[in-house]
């Protein structure tokens, strides 16, 4: 079962335009959705909670359609924002009380048990908050109603590395039940290389791949070699080029037709999720 299936997903603005997106995120597990500012993630983000319409496409969160303006579902989302969303005159335990009756399933003990975890005081205002300790306050307030799916959209911004890698942690446990699912929208990949189970990646609106990450993984290649190995027919075979004083290092998307063509010639190295995005963004942006 999926947690989501976004099928055929277009949705067009001023000056961008959302185009044809499938994907489906597997129940119980994670998903990183990766790209650069703009690429569309926002949208797809606001769609699946309901909040934006496409123009074609449907979207299933859970078993229910979201552009139906069904708002059951809604119940066992928990959502994290890399912006506060929280009235900032008021202390976190006065913001959790207008907010905790809103979720019948909230337990309260979970609440505490996290606020302690994160060192956050419950009479601090969230004004005099700073940024790592409201998105420490969101997730704790996103964990606590037990959502069946996590849907994290910057989670990690502000966060300190120590903090960064507990909650990578937290989420890896999160997890562990086969029955919650989290959607994990980031353009910082570092993150999603230890823990994601799944990658969907979005650039200018289009889909470039929604697979495994080992998959990705084990089908790109890094290829570093000789400039005199380059010409333009090499060149199409990559993803993209950045050319160095000495030599090159390219991007491919097929491993094995990459080793076929150069043989030992070159050094092959496996890519990070950060280093398909930057190729593939680059070239994207050298077409235009």
């Known amino acids: 079962m999926n947690a ?7 949705k067009s603005y001023k000056n961008y335009r959302l185009s044809d997106v499938t994907f489906q995120v597997p129940k119980g597990y994670i998903t990183g959705l990766i790209g650069p500012n703009g690429a569309g993630k926002s949208t797809i983000i606001k769609a699946i909670m309901g909040l934006v319409k496409p123009d074609q496409g449907s979207i299933q969160v859970l078993g229910h359609g979201a552009e139906q303006g069904e708002g059951r579902y809604k119940q066992e989302i928990g959502y994290i924002s ?16 207008i ?5 019948p399933a909230w337990d309260e003990t979970a609440f505490q048990r996290y606020m302690e975890l994160f060192e956050l005081p419950l009479r601090k205002k969230i004004k005099d908050c700073s940024k790592g300790m409201k998105m420490k306050y969101a997730i704790a307030i996103a964990l606590s109603h037990n959502p069946a799916l996590l849907i994290m959209d910057e989670p990690t911004a502000g966060l300190d590395p120590v903090f960064r890698r507990e909650l990578l942690e937290l989420l890896a446990e999160y997890i562990l039940d086969d029955q919650k699912t989290i959607l994990f929208s980031t353009h910082v990949t570092t993150d999603l290389d230890r823990i994601a189970d799944y990658v969907t990646f979005l650039n200018r609106g289009q889909l470039i791949f929604s697979d495994t990450k080992d998959g990705v993984l084990e089908r790109y290649v890094l290829v570093k070699g000789g400039k005199e190995l380059l010409d333009n027919d090499v060149r199409r075979e990559f993803v993209g080029v950045r050319e160095t004083g000495i030599g090159f290092e390219a991007l491919s998307a097929d491993r094995g037709g990459t080793v076929s063509m150069f043989g030992d010639s070159v050094m092959y190295q496996q890519p990070s999720l950060e280093d398909i995005m930057y190729f593939t963004v680059k070239e994207a942006r050298l077409r235009v």
């Open 4 to 10: 989501i299936e976004v099928q055929g997903i277009c």
């Open 99 to 103: 907010i905790a009756p809103f979720y």
């Open 82 to 97: 890399d912006e506060s969303i929280y009235y900032d005159w008021l202390s976190m335990e006065q913001m959790k009380k």
